[in-house]
């Protein structure tokens, strides 16, 4: 048996956001012969369990790692396998970093996007994750009326730039003074940068889905085209950076796919490395 992690946005997903049908085809051959495939992303579970759900794969074989490794769900058994989560206290000292330098912040709370602030960031990214948000006085406050109930502590907090990446490269320098060591960092994309736990990261996942469910990590396989993507491509067996990927991503694969995310480079990777081109 082996498992296939694979990013989303830019991976297996083409630039209109959708799967292609060869790569849907090869995704079913891998699981109909007893293998496991992993959407692996930064995306809050709400999201990419929409997407799971419309493309038939919240069933046995798939699994979702959102957060960028911050939660781990078993499509088959509908149920979290893994949550690893942040306090809120050093989520709330982010989101004030980050407003008084003019950048957006939110975390997440259930289904809900949560921030001190509506902002166009806010809007923009709550209509790209289909999700619904909500602005609170203090964050802390809100996660204290329910922490015992219904909401547990958040899982990840993300910044937004409105300015240039360099913005957030300055910007997680600052905040490495205090988070470095207790934190996990990394850009999604140019102009958003994440934290989490300090084991909330792709790589992690990886090596805890394989431990998980006993198959040897010479048997992992992972797929990307951002810097997130890195430490799963870096910790799986077979390392792969899509023709798309990033400068970064490609000088720590294996492997760079012939053909990139508009054209089905997930099915390339399934057909050479889980079928071994049989």
Partial sequence: MKILFTDLDGTLLDDNKDISAEDMSAVRKMIAAGHKFVMTTGRPLT??????S????????????????????DCGERQAILTRYIPVDEVKAIMDAAHACGMHAHTYSGDLVVSEYETEQLKTYCRLMQMDYVVVKDIREY??????VVVKPPIKVNIITPFDHSSLESFRA?????????????????EMLEFSHMKSNKGDAVRFMADFYKVPMADTIAVGDEENDCPMIEAAGIGVAMAN???V??????YVTERDNNH???????????????
Avoid: C, H, W
């Fill in 54 to 73: 419309r493309y038939g794969f919240l069933e046995a074989g798939f699994y979702l790692v959102s957060f960028n490794g911050g939660l781990i769900y």
């Fill in 47 to 52: 999201s990419v369990k929409k997407l799971a």
């Fill in 264 to 278: 089905s480079g997930i099915a390339e990777v399934i057909e050479k490395f889980v079928f071994n081109g049989k």
């Fill in 249 to 254: 991503v490609r000088n720590v694969a294996d």
């Fill in 174 to 190: 600052e905040m490495r003074k205090t988070t470095a060591g207790k934190l996990f960092d990394v850009f999604s994309k140019p």
């Fill in 143 to 148: 996660y204290g009326q329910f922490i015992n």
């Fill in 245 to 247: 990927a990033s400068p």
